[in-house]
């Protein structure tokens, strides 16, 4: 489900690759501006609480770490 929401979120503007379990890299290509890769994360960390949170009667608590490194 994680990897859907990444891909749908990431859309034509980069890959989305699952590395093991929940572990998922992302490689945007052609992001000129610090800000735009703020958005793409941003959209991808509301995406995911979401469709966690939201579901059901119970509230399900996910934690979500980014990292990003500039190549």
Known sequence: MVAKIAM???GDKGVVGRIGG???VILFEEISEEEEL???LRKIRYAVRERF????KCVIYNLLALAV???
């Open 8 to 10: 749908d979120s990431v």
């Open 22 to 24: 929940d572990e998922f």
């Open 38 to 40: 703020r958005d793409y």
């Open 53 to 56: 949170v939201d579901e059901g």
């Open 69 to 71: 490194c500039e190549c």
